[in-house]
């Protein structure tokens, strides 16, 4: 083989090769928290809501995000030492700090339909009639296909 096509296949050679490490950045790289809104009327609980013992409601909420949902999952559990999670500005009445007998707790992942950027939820929850009156947190956490989490912190009474 000639020195000049020995050239040209090195040059063949090493353009492929440059080619093929080459990377096309054409896909969107997801940076945006997923989108937890409580405005529209019918979404419940909101902030300083109350809830029946005894009775069932219906948690919703419109989810979205700019690229894919990926789960979502709700945490009730009790306020009776007045700790915070809240994320909304508006503050709630409390209260006495009380020490609990037998509070409600629920930790309950929903699912979320593949493919989606957007979506209503519209849950049943059920609460027991026997479980301790008082201050509550209700918890939403929403995370996209991408692991970007948003938590939504409200203040419920449980009557």
Partial sequence: MSNTLKILTLIIVMALFIAGCSKKNDEKVDTEYPVIDLS???A???QCSIIKRGE????RARLSDNVQLGSVSVDIHNNFDHHSHSTE????Q???VKTPVNPYLLIRSFSVT???NEM???QTISVPADVDAGDYH???RLTDKEGWQTIKGISVKIQ
Avoid at 56 to 59: A, D, K, L, V
Avoid at 89 to 92: I, L, T
Wanted: with cysteine; aromatic share 16%.
């Fill in 40 to 42: 529209a009327n019918n």
């Fill in 44 to 46: 419940f609980p909101q």
């Fill in 56 to 59: 069932t409601f219906i948690f």
């Fill in 89 to 92: 500005v508006e503050e709630c």
């Fill in 94 to 96: 409390m209260g006495a």
């Fill in 114 to 116: 593949e493919d989606l």
């Fill in 120 to 122: 209503e939820i519209s």
């Fill in 138 to 140: 209700f918890l939403i």
